[in-house]
């Protein structure tokens, strides 16, 4: 239940504190309730007309469509196809995909997360899901025999730091060489791929999350309604450094995300994006310019209304920026990022806090 533009707008709001990682040195205070200004980070870009930021009107619709629940359905179909052996194919080779079972032990213990725990596995020989030399020692195997791989765990291990540098041995069973087809939607195949029994149960569950799911992204899909509204509304000059800087550092932050769960950047967008590498580069260009045409409104409309702080609203603002990025306390976030910098992001928060106030819901 992903939906771009939510992810859009998060991304459009957190780059405000990203990009400022390297300010450590606090600049001196502003006058209390005063507007605080600072160099603009996007210095050769800029709104050449900014539209009306007042009263836009805005609908968020929560109703949920039968569209939307095939939608979901066939996204998730996709994502976890249906198998057929390849009759006559007994030997692994390289690209094959290969249904086993597997359990990993260290010390001769079953250590968490190395088994299949007997439920099968289809596995694309070549595609790194595994620790070097899993797939490798695959390759000659016939279906339906047994075999120990015994390996070691790459050092450093990001996604389980206490298994880094492990020895262990892995015992794998080969069912059989297998391809993908087209799922069709079956109680059966609910029943394998689902916590649900059958194909109505699912559905009717699909509903139920997709009605959850509107809900509390309610303020978000109005945040992008309102800017995405003013935008549409504004005009403006982009210089191509700027949108080259934001597409490099989308990429990148993805990059990274990818490395904590120990995959390569595609696997990571189809696990947890649900889009593949293809339409991920399509879009790299269009959450650029949404990133940098909000912000350069935003910041028009902060310098337009003369938005600022006061000394009492940078300090709770402080305090929970800190707990929620969990830099134990406000002095410790402060010397972490600079007081300007944090200004800068509350500011723009609370410039986005007042063109959603004044926006008239329908």
């Known amino acids: 239940m992903k939906k771009k533009k939510v992810w859009v707008l998060i991304l459009a709001g957190l780059f405000v504190l990203a990009a400022a990682c390297e300010k450590k040195e606090a600049e001196p205070e502003a006058p209390a309730e005063e507007s605080q200004e600072t160099e603009r980070e996007f210095a050769d870009s800029s709104v050449t007309k900014l539209g009306t930021y007042k009263g836009i009107q805005v609908h968020v619709d929560l109703e949920v469509t039968e569209e939307e629940v095939q939608a979901e359905i066939d996204s998730f179909l996709a994502a976890n196809p249906a198998t057929r052996p390849i009759e006559g194919k007994t030997v692994i080779e390289e690209g094959d995909t290969v249904n086993i079972d597997f359990v990993g032990r260290m010390d001769g213990e079953e250590f968490q997360g190395g088994s299949s725990q007997g439920q099968g596995y289809n596995l694309t020989i070549g595609s790194g899901s595994f620790i070097p030399g899993f797939e490798e020692g695959l390759i000659g195997k016939e279906t339906g025999t047994s075999c120990e791989l015994p390996l070691t765990f790459p050092d450093p291990y990001n996604p389980n730091p206490d298994m880094s540098g492990a020895e262990v041995v892995f015992e794998v069973t080969v069912h059989e060489i297998v391809e993908f087809v087209d799922a069709e939607l ?39 309604q309102v800017i995405q509204a003013l935008i549409d509304a504004s005009e403006f000059d982009c ?124």
């Open 186 to 224: 079956t109680d059966e195949y609910v029943k394998k791929n689902t916590e649900y029994d059958t194909v109505e149960a699912y559905r009717e569950a699909v509903r139920t999350g997709l009605a959850q799911y509107k809900e509390s992204n309610r303020q978000s899909e109005k945040e992008y």
């Open 239 to 362: 210089a191509e450094g700027d949108l080259q800087s934001l597409r490099d550092s989308i990429v990148e932050e993805q990059q990274m995300y990818a490395s904590y769960a120990g995959m390569e950047l595609k696997e990571y967008l189809s696990a947890y994006m649900g889009m593949t590498q293809e339409e991920f580069d399509s879009q790299v260009d269009e959450l650029a310019q949404f990133q940098l045409k909000s912000r350069l409104v935003i910041d028009a409309v902060t310098e337009a209304e003369g938005i600022g702080i006061t000394e009492e609203e940078y300090q709770e603002g402080l305090e929970n920026l800190a707990a929620q990025y969990g830099a134990g306390d406000g002095a410790a976030f402060e010397e972490m990022y600079g007081r300007e910098m944090i200004e800068g992001s509350l500011v723009y928060d609370k410039t986005i806090d007042f063109i959603v106030g004044s926006a008239v819901e329908s």
